[in-house]
């Protein structure tokens, strides 16, 4: 605080002499002015020394004399050299004797099971813990081995070198035929100078747990073992549900062939829609129970990446006409032509995500992107990775933020009035997530409401190297 008190002064000084204006209008005064500034400086500077000395001089004389007062004390309590050395050896044994007693307290005091050993692995201590879990008195165990090494489990063994500290589990037989897990923590106990005299083991008792975690294992395997149980059982009864169901729309297509009055027409049309929307049912749960059963195997054959999309594209075009909605597609120039891959899932995941965009788009468009990124070479073959991306906008009723975790879960929608609306099971999402997944893609959604959706999802694929054709653009330079 004085230095900043010099400062300050020091500072006025100079601004006072550099200002020429300031100098003329105080005439003479300017100087007294200055005068008063330096000794105004030189004196607080005097008394900062001043303090300075006369603290360092007071410390100096408490220190002599406490000096003195030491040796004085000194002679007066030890005058002989030989009394005051022993003095001072039992104050020390006193200060051995209560950190020992402090450090018994505390051991005592504990539940876990502690001991400490020798390099040879005999115990020189335990705790009350410990001996009565062995049922026995605490001399006993002094210069035993100490159990866990007869155990398979541990990692010490006797004539081995043990790591200065370990944590492992070890089963241990109390001897009465009882048995309970512990968790121990190994460690050295070292001196000043780093050598080792004794290790310390501390064993906390975690039987309550391993059962636990064991109950837990077996209730989900049980759980398990009944979902694939219940996926195999789908899987049957679907399958065999299909065959009556095939036979009903066959036939009803048959009649709504032949010659029927108008009323008839649409009794058989109506047979036929329904049939259809259970047959379409009945796959969704068939693929979905193959799925969880992890009984769906992705086929890899080459196919015509055109012919898959534009006949996504043909089976949707007559309703999104109807409806005066614009179905195109917009793929990236640098797409192969001929991929090798699962055709009929790429298929069956952008028929449900395009049918799911028509269900709830009544008018603008939508569009189907196509786009890839070319991977590594594939060793051993003429075979490349590719990664396809593909996306599916639509200009609908888009999804609230809130209800977006609903979107990818089996026989789930976002609104039961939606349900009533538009129909549907919920299934065609969570079947296109799975199939993304085992094609070793994903699939995820962007939404506004009121603005349109669009899905994105990915697979991977391989194309013959050498092969740049562009799908699109050949079909179209081919149809001229």
Known sequence: MIIALASSLALALILLARDEKLREQLGDNYWIISLSLIGAILLVLSGYVWDRTLLERIRDINHKAKQQNDAAEELSDDPDEIIGLARKIEQMARSLQKVEASYRGIVEDQTDLICRYKADGRLTFVNGAYADFFGKRRPEFVGQPWAVFASPESPLAIGKTWPDAVTFECTLDNGTGSTAVHQWTHRAIKDRDGTIFEYQAVGHDITGRKEFESALRQAKEAAESADRAKSEFLAIVSHEI??????????????????????????????????????????????????????????????????????????????????????????????????????????????????????????????????????????????????LFCTVRDTGIGIPAAQMDKLFRPFSQIDTSIRRRHGGTGLGLVISKRLCELMGGEISVHSDPGKGSEFRFNVLMEYQQGDSRTPFVQKAEAAH
């Open 242 to 387: 299909r065959t009556p169901i095939n036979g009903v729309v066959g036939f009803a297509r048959l009649l709504r062939e032949g010659p029927l009055n108008p009323e008839q027409a649409g009794y058989v049309e109506t047979i036929h829609r329904c049939g259809m929307s259970l047959e379409t049912l009945v796959t969704d749960i068939l693929d979905l129970s193959k799925i969880e059963a992890g009984r769906l195997e992705i086929a890899r054959s080459s196919f015509s990446l055109i012919d898959c999309v534009e006949d996504v594209i043909n089976l949707h075009k007559t309703v999104a006409a109807a409806n005066g909605i614009d179905l195109r597609v917009d793929a990236s120039p640098d797409l192969p032509a001929i991929l090798n891959g699962d055709q009929d899932r790429l298929r069956q995941i952008l028929n449900n995500l395009v049918g799911n965009a028509l269900k709830f788009t009544e008018k603008g468009e939508i569009v189907v992107r196509l786009s890839a990124t070319i991977g590594a070479d594939l060793p051993g073959t003429a075979m490349r990775e590719i990664r």
